[in-house]
């Protein structure tokens, strides 16, 4: 793989998955737009890349806010004039808890940053992507997008959706040169994926185990998937919804 002066947001880039892709990305020879809510850890992130000889800059954004992602991809368009790669990775889960349980205020929370900021981005690379007559995305879904998600309802929706909207794109602007995938993991090693099962150590032990490999994944390991799905080496695959999960749902 090689992205060699190729520009790609990141979008979550400050932890996680999102960490992990940006430095794989950085690895392969990209500019990278990093774009979280965590001023301090992704402006933390940029200065380590940038020491290691990537080209890097940090944006803040709220993916859940017009005018936050309208702000990242003119900030990308003003330096650059070109976007080669958005990586749709911000994301936030909720308690686990039963359907009737689920509040408003949760359900709409995840929604807006899950599935409205997924589309805000898309919508707004798109635009550019199509103009210039390349280009791909790629976003962050789930495991709980591509099957039941048992009392992680409100997750689920907005991954199911990610999963929708990332095939209908896929389908309208492939005659643009335009691929657009999905990851799909399901439990990763990380402060968001395993953070919340810390306190009960049987329910930790009781997931990992229903892997069939018997081990919770690492952000790394799906940061090599989106970066090998993103370049010419995947060429044909568009309109995936690609499972990154030991074989959970094999």
Not at 71 to 83: H, I, Q, S, T, V
Not at 95 to 121: M, P, R
Request: hydrophobic share 45%.
């Amino acid at each position: 793989m090689n992205f060699k002066d190729q520009v790609a947001i990141i979008t979550g880039a400050s932890a996680g998955i999102g960490k992990a892709t940006a430095e794989e990305f950085a690895d392969q020879g990209a500019i990278l737009i990093l774009a979280d809510q965590n001023e301090e850890a992704g402006n933390r992130l940029v200065e380590k890349l940038i020491s290691q000889g990537t080209t890097a800059h940090f944006h803040p954004v709220d993916v859940a806010n017009l005018a936050s992602v309208e702000a990242l991809f003119d900030f990308c368009m003003k330096k650059y004039n070109r976007l080669d790669h958005l990586i749709n990775n911000a994301g936030i889960a909720n308690d686990l808890c039963f359907f009737e349980s689920i509040s408003d205020e949760v359900w709409h929370k995840v929604i807006a940053v899950n599935q409205t900021g997924v589309f805000y981005g898309m919508r707004a690379a798109l635009k550019i992507m199509r103009e210039q007559g390349n280009g791909s995305i790629i976003n962050t879904a789930s495991a709980a997008g591509i099957g039941a998600a048992p009392r992680m309802g409100a997750y689920a929706a907005s991954k199911h959706a990610v999963v929708g909207m990332t095939k209908t794109a896929a389908h309208e602007y492939g005659k643009f040169n335009i691929r657009i995938n999905a990851v799909c993991p399901s439990v990763i090693d990380t402060e968001m994926g395993t953070g919340g099962l810390a306190d009960d150590p049987k329910v930790f032990k009781m997931m990992e185990m229903a892997v069939p490999m018997k081990r919770f994944g690492k952000a790394s390991e799906v940061a090599k998937t989106i970066c090998w799905l993103s370049s010419k080496e995947a060429s044909y695959l568009n309109g995936v919804a690609l499972p990154v999960d030991g074989g959970l749902k094999a």
